[in-house]
């Protein structure tokens, strides 16, 4: 059964020289319980398409859909006050710089207890209980001593758990991770990484991670929602991505991949060119371009969705019957 449900979703921002459409006509549904990654280059839109369907955009942000359910409920319609509660109590956001999301005026205990007091109405001393078990379960070290310091007296790694526990501390239905690894080294996020699956093994959220890196997709998703120039541009089950992909972006995400068995100075194969300018973005297909198999007919016009299975679609003209058969380069 579906948890979140969004129909064609634009979101754009005015700004001194134009129009950005940052997101143009998504559609795309999470299960309960499901973990769905969204991957992509930096303003392939990803970012854009959750903080939309979370309302977490600044005002001059124009955002428009059919619909946007969560939870059986349609979040378009919701005001202010109500999107605010729904964060934090049944939405749990981690994002990519605790540093910039913590508040660095209050100490990590004021930080942790807000939600359980606003959201679940504890008092100080149930509060202060389920804050240790919170440190506790994200695996921080000495608790109640963290309790007291503030968020630049952490290194990097924890404060990325404080944040994690405040995503969780109210048992979300859902939780949103938007890069949650990229600002730490290599060791760490290896750590908050494991950390994540525990929490995915443990509890029944459904999780939304977001990243532009394919191998945290592959250790924590089931489904995955490939993003270019603000459109799905493929979808599918992590099998039909890794296994059977079918769009020319999403070989080149695939092959820019290091390989177990990569032999010594042999070299990743970047994707080349530079994603588009989304003031102006290509008429057709986006990613057309920096396609090696770009036919005039993807310069002119949007490839339509051609679904390969109930769970795997692809926006690519290659996909058409008369269209050249071009299999993916290893
Ligand atoms: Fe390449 Fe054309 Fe497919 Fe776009 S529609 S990915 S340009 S082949």
């Not at 001194?16 to 795309?28: I, L, Y």
């Not at 499901?34 to 977490?56: A, D, N, P, R």
């Not at 109640?144 to 944040?163: C, I, N, T, W």
């Not at 057709?284 to 795997?312: E, K, N, Q, W």
Request: charge should be neutral.
């Amino acid at each position: 059964m579906s948890l979140l449900e969004v129909k064609n979703l634009n979101t754009s921002f005015q700004i001194g020289v134009g129009t950005v459409r940052a997101v143009r006509g998504v559609s795309f549904h999470v299960d309960e319980g499901e973990s769905v990654g969204i991957v992509g280059e930096s303003g392939s839109g990803k970012s854009v398409t959750m903080l939309s369907v979370t309302g977490l955009l600044p005002d001059y942000a124009n955002i428009s859909a059919d619909s946007i359910l969560f939870d059986g409920r349609e979040i378009t319609r919701l005001n202010q006050k109500a999107l605010r509660a729904l964060h934090g109590s049944e939405i749990g956001m981690i994002f990519q710089d605790p540093m910039t999301s913590l508040n660095p005026l209050f100490t990590v205990e004021s930080q942790l207890t807000e939600p359980l007091k606003n959201h679940l109405h504890m008092d100080k001393r149930s509060a202060r209980a389920r804050t240790l078990e919170l440190l506790r379960q994200v695996e921080i070290p000495n608790p109640e001593a963290r309790l007291k310091q503030y968020p630049h007296e952490l290194s990097g790694g924890l404060r990325q758990r404080v944040m994690i526990a405040i995503a969780i501390a109210c048992e979300p239905k859902m939780i949103v991770a938007d890069e949650p690894t990229t600002a730490l080294d290599v060791t760490i996020q290896a750590q908050i990484l494991d950390l994540l699956q525990n929490l995915k093994r443990e509890s029944r959220a459904s999780i939304i991670m977001i990243t532009h890196d394919m191998g945290v997709i592959a250790s924590m998703c089931s489904r995955i929602l490939v993003m270019y120039g603000g459109i799905i541009c493929e979808q599918g089950d992590v099998r039909e991505i890794f296994y059977g992909a079918r769009h020319p972006y999403t070989w080149g995400l695939l092959n820019s991949i290091p390989k177990v068995q990569q032999k010594r100075g042999e070299k990743l194969i970047p994707i080349k060119g530079t994603p588009p300018d989304m003031l102006q973005p290509p008429a057709g297909c986006p990613f057309s371009p920096r396609c090696r198999y770009c036919m005039p007919v993807c310069r002119a016009y949007m490839p339509p969705v051609t679904a390969l299975s109930d769970t795997h679609s692809v926006s690519c003209h290659l996909l058409h019957p008369n269209a050249p058969k071009i299999e993916r380069e290893v």
